[in-house]
Structures are given as structure tokens and as C-alpha cells.
């Protein structure tokens, strides 16, 4: 990544403290700015959930996937990659809820109607940090409860659409947005494309933990303490969300049929090897046919989100 990142971070960066008061349900670059904040910089704040609940059990927002920001990040233009780093997410609060049902489209039509309970319920979880883990106590879901580690992840994380959209936080595209990926959590570093001045920047949506594919509609809802930096690529044009984790870089194609979603992730993967990691177009399919892994982020929004990825010890050294 070091050697992909252009020289951009400022050295009298900053850290931001910034408590949000105004949440939006659209990717749009008609909301003002929240905070403007600079390449290198800094940002400690807070989430609320899904259903607009605060840290406090406050409602204080309305769904679906409330954003807090928009950040403008000062020099970021349309052409340029923004990278936001997300350097610490912790749950805030001692209660997540999840829905009690997979979703209709995870499972077979034949299955819903099969079902012997059929009615979908709010399930309450008790978040226990000194421990790790959320807990689900009631006995008429599953005698004994349930327990998992919390594994903290942003569902949503998006910029200011092209071509002047305003797109539902319900949805997931190009700009980013809803892609209720699980691997979304701290140390991750996001690639997006630049589509307005100031890049404008939301995120929320934040669940304690979450499966793959987002099968019953939500993960474990809750607000985060978040803190994030940014770093910017001057004209640097990528198609779709870009990722880069410690053994993995991978990218996020979103659509409707789930194929092609998967046509997106697939296509710009072999860009991304084509033009930074030195493969001819011969010589990325090769790799990418005995070495692409992928992941179904989610079968539940508006687009569905694929995740191409491929190991980073496989790729040829830049």
C-alpha cells in the first residue's frame, strides 16, 4: 500500500473530535459538509444505528442506515482516490437487536413457506465488552442463549455519488455506501473514488458483529466509537470500492443479478493487477484464475455485494 499511496498526507495533520448532531439518509452532494479535514488527518467520533438510536438509547434519528458527516477533505477532487483508514472501532453501548430470520432471498422459496414460525422478531443482545463477546438470553429463540465475539464493522461507508445522484443509504454502488461487508472493521484501508469536490464522506450503520452476506437482514445493530484518517491519490481513477487488508486486496462489486456484481469485482481486480502490481492482461487472468477468492458481502440490499480478493503473499513485489 505504501508504495501505491502518492506522497499526500500533510505533516501538521490533525486529530478531529467531531460529535455528530445531524444524520442524513442520503449519499448526496447537496448536504454541507460537517467537518472539513485535510489528507493525514484524524477523526474521533461516533455512530448511531441502523434505526437512529445513540450511545445513550436515544432515538435521535429515523433508518434506514442514518450517516453521520459528510467530511469534506480538503484538495480532493473528481479523479482522485480517497483512502480512509479505519483505525479503531469499539461498541459503545450494552445492547445490540438483530432480526430472527434469515431473509427470503439467502433461502429457498420452499423453505419460507415451511416455516414454522413465520413472524419476524426484534432479538435483543447484551453486549459485554470486559469480555469480548454479545449474548443472546431468550429461551423461546434458543434454550440456553446464544454467545459470539464481537468482531465491530461499519456497514455503511460511502461518498458523494457521480453524475449529482442522491442514493438511498439503504444501497450499496460505486461510491461505496451499504455494502454490509464483515471484514469492514479496524486496520482496514478503503479505496473510493473521488466524484464531487471534497470527496464527501458519510458513514455509519455500525454492528457489533456481523455474517457474511448479511443472511437475516442485519447484523448485531449498535452505535460505535469510531475513529478513522483519510489519505488521497491525486488522478488516480478506479471503478469500484478498492480494499486492502494485512494478507489480502480485494474489491467490491455491487449490482443486481448477484452475477454481476460478481462481473464487477472480478473486472476491476484485474485492473487493480494490471496497473499497480505489473501483470500483463495475459498474465492477470492467469494469476486471478488459480488465485481469486470471494466472498458474498450481502443478499439483502437494493444491490447485492460481491467481494473479489486475492492474497497478498501471491502477488508479483512492486
Not at 420452499?110 to 413465520?118: H, L, Q, T, W
Not at 438511498?168 to 461487508?181: E, L, Q, V
Not at 464487477?264 to 477468492?293: I, K, P, S
Amino acid at each position: 500500500m505504501a508504495l501505491w499511496l502518492a506522497a499526500s498526507s500533510c505533516i501538521d495533520a490533525e486529530t478531529h473530535r467531531f460529535m455528530p448532531e445531524k444524520f442524513y439518509n442520503t449519499y448526496s452532494f447537496a448536504h454541507p459538509p460537517a467537518l472539513r479535514i485535510k489528507p493525514g488527518d484524524r477523526v474521533v467520533t461516533k455512530t448511531i444505528d441502523a434505526a437512529g438510536t445513540d450511545w445513550n438509547g436515544k432515538s435521535v434519528a429515523s433508518g434506514p442506515n442514518p450517516q453521520i458527516g459528510p467530511f469534506y477533505v480538503e484538495g480532493a477532487e473528481p479523479g482522485d482516490v480517497l483512502v480512509v483508514t479505519l483505525e479503531r472501532l469499539e461498541t459503545n453501548r450494552a445492547m445490540a437487536y438483530s432480526s430472527s430470520l434469515l431473509a427470503p432471498y439467502a433461502v429457498d422459496p420452499g423453505a419460507i413457506a415451511a416455516r414454522v414460525d413465520r413472524e419476524a422478531k426484534r432479538l435483543t443482545w447484551t453486549i459485554d465488552r470486559a469480555r469480548g463477546v454479545a449474548r443472546l438470553d431468550q429461551a423461546d429463540v434458543q434454550p440456553g442463549g446464544l454467545e459470539l465475539p464481537l468482531r465491530p464493522m461499519l456497514g455503511c461507508v460511502g461518498v458523494a455519488p457521480a453524475r449529482k445522484e442522491a442514493i438511498s443509504t439503504a444501497a450499496p454502488g460505486a461510491f461505496g455506501g451499504n455494502m454490509d461487508y464483515a471484514s469492514m472493521g479496524a486496520g482496514v484501508k478503503l479505496m473510493l473514488p473521488v466524484n464531487e469536490p471534497g470527496a464527501l464522506l458519510f458513514l455509519g450503520d455500525g454492528h457489533a458483529r456481523q455474517g457474511e452476506g448479511e443472511v437475516a437482514g442485519t447484523g448485531l445493530e449498535t452505535s460505535l466509537d469510531v475513529e478513522f484518517s483519510v489519505e488521497l491519490v491525486k488522478k488516480k481513477a478506479i471503478g469500484w470500492p478498492r480494499l486492502e487488508t494485512g494478507t489480502h486486496v480485494m474489491v467490491l462489486g455491487s449490482a443486481r443479478p448477484l452475477l454481476e456484481a460478481f462481473q464487477h469485482a472480478t473486472t476491476e481486480l484485474q485492473r487493480w493487477l494490471m496497473a499497480d502490481y505489473g501483470l500483463t492482461e495475459r498474465g492477470a487472468q492467469a494469476l486471478m484464475g488459480q488465485a481469486t477468492e470471494y466472498e458474498i458481502a450481502n443478499v439483502v440490499d437494493p444491490n447485492f455485494t460481491v467481494v473479489a480478493k486475492i492474497r497478498k503473499a501471491l502477488l508479483p513485489r512492486r
